[in-house]
């Protein structure tokens, strides 16, 4: 499967994968695994997404803010495989939270943006396990970060 085709075919639009802000790295390979460092919901126009779900923010606002969130994974994908997508095996994992109110229980609902977005792009190699965590905050007051990991061919 040709997952930069999918890419095509689905008119996704990748952002540029962000350098990391703080004293880590954004990817790294050991063995066969890729691990992504936590992708934080950014709008196409680079401005964060901001808001607590359940408060500022309903379900479908964070389904779509995850989607961001996966498509900055796929974007630090690219750039770790020095832009070869076919690199991927499979995704393995990914882990979401959510920023969200003591009440909210749509996390699952949320990620599921992350997860689809990860599926419509690699196909059967996207699909993955995953958690959808509640948090009470989220770095800069976004409302959606997500990590993962991936393997290589």
């Known amino acids: 499967?040709?997952?930069?085709?999918?890419?095509?075919?689905?008119?996704?639009?990748?952002?540029?994968?962000?350098?990391?802000?703080?004293?880590?790295?954004?990817?790294?390979?050991?063995?066969k695994f890729l691990f992504i460092s936590g992708q934080i919901s950014i709008d196409a126009n680079g401005q964060l997404i901001k808001g607590?779900?359940?408060k500022e923010l309903n379900t479908e606002d964070g389904y779509k803010a995850a989607q961001r969130c996966a498509l900055n994974i796929t974007a630090q994908v690219k750039k770790a495989c020095n832009g070869d997508l076919s690199k991927v095996k499979s995704c393995l994992k990914l882990t979401g939270f959510v920023n969200s109110t003591d009440d909210f229980i749509d996390q699952p609902k949320v990620i599921n943006g992350a997860s689809d977005l990860i599926s419509l792009v690699f196909g059967d190699a996207g699909i993955h396990t995953r958690a959808a965590v509640s948090t009470n905050s989220l770095p800069l007051g976004v409302s959606v970060e997500v990590d993962a990991i991936f393997e290589l061919n």
């Open 52 to 54: 607590k779900l359940g």
């Open 1 to 31: 499967m040709n997952f930069e085709d999918n890419i095509k075919k689905n008119d996704i639009v990748l952002p540029k994968a962000a350098d990391p802000v703080g004293s880590y790295v954004a990817t790294k390979i050991s063995g």
